[in-house]
């Protein structure tokens, strides 16, 4: 089992940058695939990012169009997402989650919440014009 805590989050004007943070706990944080999902008031949880267990294969949500980055780093339990030219509509709760199984394997891109076992309770990133 995996927890994870998110942080980072925080108010930023249109055309800024954040970065996210989400510390897992558990020895066994490098066998599982991350992702970030968000989630605006009123809209689904919407796919983000993912990143395999070794950081060798990412997949991005449509939307993301190079302003985004997501990466971990294994020895020290953690995975990140680089925000930059924010706009208002990036303007959500932003959730990390980790599921066991493989980004790019028979589950294909792994874009669907279902698909992960465990959730952080998220952080909010509000984007001022």
């Known amino acids: 089992q995996v927890q994870l805590v998110e942080s980072g989050g925080g108010l930023v004007q249109a055309g800024g940058s954040l970065r996210l943070s989400c510390a897992a706990s558990?020895?066994?944080?490098?066998?599982?695939?991350m992702g970030w999902f968000r989630q605006a008031p009123g809209k689904e949880r919407e796919f983000v990012a993912a990143i395999s267990w070794s950081g060798g294969r990412i997949y991005y949500g449509d939307f993301v169009k190079g302003r985004f980055t997501i990466s971990r780093d294994n020895a020290k339990n953690t995975v990140y997402l680089q925000m930059s030219s924010l706009k208002p509509e990036d303007t959500a709760v932003y959730y990390c989650a980790a599921t066991k199984r493989n980004l790019y394997g028979s589950s294909g891109f792994l874009t669907s919440y279902y698909e992960y076992e465990y959730w952080g309770q998220g952080t909010q990133v509000t984007v001022s014009s």
């Open positions: 558990g020895r066994t944080f490098s066998s599982y695939t």
